[in-house]
């Protein structure tokens, strides 16, 4: 599955650390299976918070774990519950929200008592409408905290092992295993990074919840500038606003023995960092392009990681050439003409008259989703076009867009090959046409 390039995911730091006890296992049983959602290399998990289902942000680059779009949720009950200041990544000031102790999170066989909590008040602050599924939260460091955790995302299962010697020893028989250090809940992995035939070694945060293959912060002293072929770009939204950047390609990047050529790397601005607490040492990120074409394990406890090749592997990385950042911004009625077959009666061998079988249509209507441009690349095809911030998309290629997924007009807009693209759009009452070409910059 090729990447989508809409980088929208609200990469949270700087809460405060509050202890954690974790996800116990119900239960004597070693293992324990849960299904995912992949979509923009994101993995989305079903959860329970006091018995109420949402859908949830699988992210290592957390420490906490934070609520949001609870309006469709309002049965959610919430403990202990008192008002702080939210700020991480992003430009802007800090937002407000609260903080609720005591809460019970469950997961098929598994459960968190005592849960912390962070909520968001702010409701724009909705990652749902960039996803095209309800997300309601982000979880982090106490999902990997005690056991063995493996994100499979060739079969999109997340797995707990029990940390026991029999688990540990069937992994490590399969899996190359990489060290890692966890500081402030989070798991950093040395790497090596090559730009412009220059070779550093990289400390990365390894973060499931970033969708990009690597997150790279511009540092003069260690060599890390950005190559000369690159652009601006929207790289996504966190606590504290739009994080700004720009893309470019780079030679090569290692973790262990497994070597990528070329991948695409996002080096955001300093003023979308300047609230994010750095551990030492870090220069980045490596995310959701570059993970998922492994099997991966965590082993906190152990201060180990595993990887195994999958599917994936050797999948090119691309970006969105068209620079068009779509949302999913509602829903719409729609009328659908059903085709109906009718099978005549036989009575006694003898067919009535006329064909043998009829056909008949009724009609029906159906919510679709409703799409909208959120964001335009400065002089990338899709803005030159004259497309606009806020136009309605009613058709892609001759396609009515209600009959693609979000995730589909995405990888789209991906596509290796440089094409055409046509779109209509509704603004201001009107029906306007554009046409723009796929073409690669990198």
């Not at 991480?88 to 999170?105: D, I, Q, T």
């Not at 540092?219 to 890390?224: D, H, L, P, Q, S």
């Not at 980045?284 to 082993?299: M, T």
């Amino acid at each position: 599955m090729n990447k989508i390039a809409l980088f929208l995911f609200l990469l949270i730091y700087g809460l405060p650390v509050c202890a954690q006890d974790g996800f116990q296992f119900k239960s004597e049983t070693n293992k324990v299976s849960i299904p995912f959602q992949l979509i923009n290399n994101l993995v989305f998990i079903p959860l329970k918070v006091n018995g109420i289902e949402l859908t949830f942000l699988l992210d290592s680059g957390v420490e906490e774990t934070v609520l949001f779009s609870l309006e469709d949720k309002k049965e959610v009950s919430l403990k202990n519950v008192e008002k702080i200041s939210l700020r991480g990544l992003g430009s802007e000031e800090a937002v407000e929200g609260l903080k609720s102790e005591g809460n019970l999170l469950e997961i098929k066989g598994m459960e968190s008592r005592k849960h912390l909590l962070y909520i968001i008040l702010d409701q724009n602050f909705n990652m749902s409408s960039h996803v095209g599924i309800p997300v309601n939260g982000i979880i982090g460091y106490s999902f990997f905290k005690n056991n063995l955790v493996e994100i499979n995302y060739d079969k999109k299962r997340v797995l707990f092992y029990k940390d026991i010697k029999k688990n540990k020893k069937r992994i490590e028989k399969k899996y190359d295993k990489i060290p890692i250090s966890i500081e402030r809940g989070k798991p950093y992995i040395t790497t090596t990074v090559v730009i412009d035939s220059v070779i550093i070694p990289a400390k990365l945060l390894v973060d499931v919840g970033n969708s990009d293959a690597i997150w790279l912060f511009q540092n003069g002293a260690k060599n890390v500038n950005i190559p000369k072929k690159n652009f601006e770009d929207y790289l996504g939204r966190g606590f504290s606003g739009d994080v700004e950047g720009k893309r470019a390609r780079i030679s090569e990047f290692i973790i262990s023995e497994f070597k990528f050529s070329n991948p695409i790397a996002a080096f955001p601005d300093s003023s979308s960092l300047k609230h994010v607490k750095m551990v030492t040492d870090r220069l980045g990120s490596v995310g959701g392009e570059i993970l998922k074409r492994f099997s991966v394990v965590f082993d906190y406890s152990n201060k180990n990681m595993f990887l195994k090749k999958n599917s994936s592997f050797y999948a090119p990385f691309h970006y969105n050439k068209s620079g068009i950042e779509i949302r999913h911004s509602g829903v719409q009625w729609v009328q659908e003409t059903v085709h109906l077959q009718t099978i005549p009666i036989v009575v006694d061998h003898v067919i009535p008259r006329g064909d043998k079988t009829a056909s008949d249509f009724k009609y029906k209507f159906q919510l679709k989703p409703v799409y909208e441009i959120a964001n335009l690349r400065k002089n990338s095809p899709g803005k030159n076009s004259g497309l606009q911030v806020g136009d309605i998309i009613k058709t892609v290629n001759g396609k009515q867009a209600y009959k693609y997924s979000l995730q589909e007009l995405n990888s789209l807009l991906r596509s290796e090959d440089e094409k055409w693209v046509t779109m209509e759009v509704e603004r201001k009452n009107q029906i306007l046409k554009f046409g723009f070409l796929l073409k690669d910059i990198l």
